[in-house]
């Protein structure tokens, strides 16, 4: 199963549109999942289609064992030959690339997870009032008459103005 790109993995956010993030996150989500359970059902075909391989593959060289290059037919030399055959490495290959398939886009199902955490604490940020600009802090200056606090020279009146 090849993984599909009809519907594009966006995890980079526009801080500047996040109304629109929100509003195609769901959708990306939702599409990203459905892929996730197609590759898992894709898997499970794949083991079945493997196990069939073996199964077949054990009958034929029970009822022939010469053409697979046996001279006597034990288990151990029966599953030994199952896997060396072409068929079954065939079958095995689409199992493990199905199951590539399947991390690759439950990674993806992850990030999009974490994309909407990254969403929420944006707008959690936006709501605040921050912003990535400097801002200037303003404090009462001494020319107002009014001494910054810290400065060293308040007196402390827990231990008696000392």
């Known amino acids: 199963m090849a993984i599909s790109t009809d519907i594009p993995l966006r995890l980079k956010i526009d801080e500047t549109i996040l109304d629109e993030e929100w ?34 593959l054990d009958l034929a060289i029970r009822q ?38 399947a991390d690759v886009i439950a990674a993806a199902v992850a990030s999009l997870r974490d994309r909407k955490h990254a969403l929420q604490g944006l707008v959690e940020l936006h709501i605040a009032g921050y912003s990535a600009a400097p801002r200037q802090h303003t404090r009462p200056s001494r020319a107002a008459g009014v001494r910054p606090r810290g400065d060293g020279d308040e007196t402390n009146e827990a231990d008696g103005g000392s």
């Open 64 to 101: 022939n064992p010469g053409v697979y290059g046996l001279a006597k037919v034990t288990e151990t030399s029966l599953k030994a030959a199952v896997v060396a055959s072409p068929d079954y490495q065939r079958a095995k290959e689409k199992t493990i690339q199905a199951k590539h398939d």
């Open 23 to 56: 509003q195609g996150h769901a959708e990306m989500a939702y599409a990203w999942a459905k892929k996730s359970a197609k590759a898992n059902a894709e898997i499970e075909r794949q083991k079945a289609a493997l196990e069939l391989t073996a199964a077949d």
